[in-house]
């Protein structure tokens, strides 16, 4: 058989960014020859560096580039050195939206063998997907200031919902929903407060809901759902919620299940009229970058994600077993570095 | 010593407020006498009940009554029978903006003796004061929806966040975390993302700050926020954060600190300019209502802080150790219904 050949943006970013991405690349190199698998792979330096440099943080022309990719590869961005905000929202933010990637998925799963900070929790307690809105709400960036600096000073920051855009993640939380053993969806949202967003998703829920009757759903207020992931997170199978609380519960998620270092996530545009874009749930963390230090999973898991992505469901597989095999080796062994734990994987997926 | 007389508005609310509310009254009636406080009490009801007879919320006329009162003790409002937001906008929410009570102080801290769901975590590492803004931000009410039920609806909700606003809660803050032994003051907002809100924030902080060189101060988004709740809560002292950030982070300050049936939160008008608001941070809990089973200790401790507020410091302490002693006590003791623990709560504060 012919080898499929995958053309690969991969943007290293900052920080940690460049370490683990290396190891994820590891793995898919280790990976892809059994799989018949090729990758062209393209690095763009963006993030900090560039921004220093140029004032850049995500070219048109760069952009135009990644349109024509079938794939990103991400590892973080951000850096003190950079004004908050300024390559979020320049780079990584307008990634996600101008290549539509409306649904930002990310698993909440507890490895067997893995810590977590909660007492009496098992593995299979902890077995989640939140589906998170990628291209609106709060997210919008729709909002200013007004007589910044005096005491009349007005911020303000619009949370901007549509129809369309609810209800094609809705869908496709329902579609995850239905290919899972529980068949149950949770809207997460905070409707008693903010009731127009609120209503709009839980019509939708509702509507779309009709045409999936073996789907059973549930509604959690966002504050209480951060309480029930800490004692009952067994509660969830799939949540569906908009673009912060998503970003708020799924580092409480991550956090559950092992730590930042393990949570993965793409960015997914599942009509595919742009690449998506996977990427580690945890930051740059420039306190611990350069050193080796970084643990390089969450690539890796971020890794198998966009091998199901492209239609490589046996590679993906392949390499969450392999991960799911380091994992339990590592209880009682020494700490790790970065380059180590990706041998140990790309070991794994080759051998 | 004349006995000094203190009106006092109580909202029993619905569910398992009222339950919880009398078990409130009667600590406070036992605490009372011996340190010369006199309680004239009036009791509003409002409501889901009075919705649904009269479709009133909050009336004017009610509003004004309660203006006039010196501190108000709730329950908890909320019912399914009434859509999701009436209540909440237009009871608890038109009250807290109407008496401008712009500090939502919400203690979180593990007492000795109670369970939490993270493993390993001592007393002395949960102890933090989260001074949450009430009165603008994400629940401002600002927003709206169009072409609603069409495939081209849009529905907004906006963030009004003013330099006055901001300013007077983080002023607030340092107070606190001037008057606490560690001194440390942590802003968690989203400043990557929310720019201009989060901008107004980090600057206020700043300026503010210059007056309060005895308080450190720093920074955590509220994503990692929730991490560090589960993984490092004694990394917090006192926390200063927007209305939403602050709603959420206290629920799962609540779950890590022995749960909702213990936390305690005063809606504060700090300028004094109206009565101050004590309410259980849990709310209506309609699936036990009516059954006896609720715990009244977050209402209790509710009314110690109402007692701080009204000046009788040394009756809240003794309302706090009262709920000390008999959280201690419980251990492994069959579970007491809402009377039970208020009468043994009442009798050690009597004694
Ligand atoms: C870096 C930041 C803009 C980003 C977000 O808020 O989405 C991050 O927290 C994440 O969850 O991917
Ligand atoms: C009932 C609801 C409006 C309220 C809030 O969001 O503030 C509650 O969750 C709280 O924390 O007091």
Redesign the pocket.
């Given at each position: 058989m012919a080898s499929r050949s995958i053309r690969l943006a991969v943007i290293p970013g900052d920080g940690i960014g460049p370490e683990v991405v290396a190891e994820g690349l590891k793995v898919l190199d280790a990976v892809a020859p059994a799989h018949d698998l090729k990758f062209e792979r393209t690095t763009y330096d963006l993030g900090a560096a560039r921004w220093h440099r140029t004032g850049e943080t995500l070219p048109d022309a760069v952009l135009e580039e990644l349109r024509g990719q079938d794939a990103i590869l991400l590892g973080?961005?951000?850096d003190p050195s950079v004004p908050s905000g300024v390559l979020?929202?320049g780079l990584?933010?307008r990634a996600?939206f101008e290549l539509d990637h409306y649904v930002?998925l990310r698993p909440v799963k507890l490895f067997p063998g893995m810590d977590t900070p909660l007492s009496g929790v098992k593995p299979e307690d902890v077995d989640m997907v939140v589906v998170r809105e990628g291209t609106e709400g709060p997210?919008a960036g729709v909002g200013g200031v007004l007589r910044k600096g005096t005491p009349q000073e007005i911020a303000t920051q619009e949370s901007v919902n549509t129809a369309y855009g609810v209800e094609r993640v809705v869908r496709y939380a329902f579609e995850v929903a239905a290919s899972r053993p529980r068949r149950k969806l949770t809207l997460v949202h905070k409707d008693n407060v903010l009731t127009f967003a609120g209503d709009l998703y839980q019509r939708t829920v509702k509507r779309v809901g009709e045409e999936y009757p073996q789907v059973t759903t549930d509604y959690v207020h966002v504050d209480a759902a951060t309480m029930f992931f800490v004692t009952m997170p067994q509660r969830f199978d799939v949540i569906v919620t908009d673009?912060?609380f998503?970003?708020i519960i799924?580092?409480l998620g991550a956090a559950i299940a092992g730590g930042i270092g393990l949570a993965a996530?793409g960015n997914v545009n599942p009509d595919r009229t742009a690449p998506s874009m996977f990427?580690p749930?945890h930051?740059s963390a420039p306190d611990i970058a350069g050193q080796g230090k970084a643990d390089p999973t969450a690539t890796i898991l971020s890794v198998a994600m966009l091998l199901d992505h492209i239609g490589a469901p046996e590679a993906a597989r392949r390499v969450e077993r392999a991960v799911a095999d380091d994992l339990a080796a590592r209880r009682g062994r020494p700490a790790r570095g970065t380059a180590e734990i990706g041998d140990a994987i790309a070991e794994r997926v080759s051998g």
């Open positions: 973080a961005v951000g979020e929202r990584l933010l996600r930002n997210y673009n912060l998503g970003d799924t580092d996530s990427e749930v930051g």
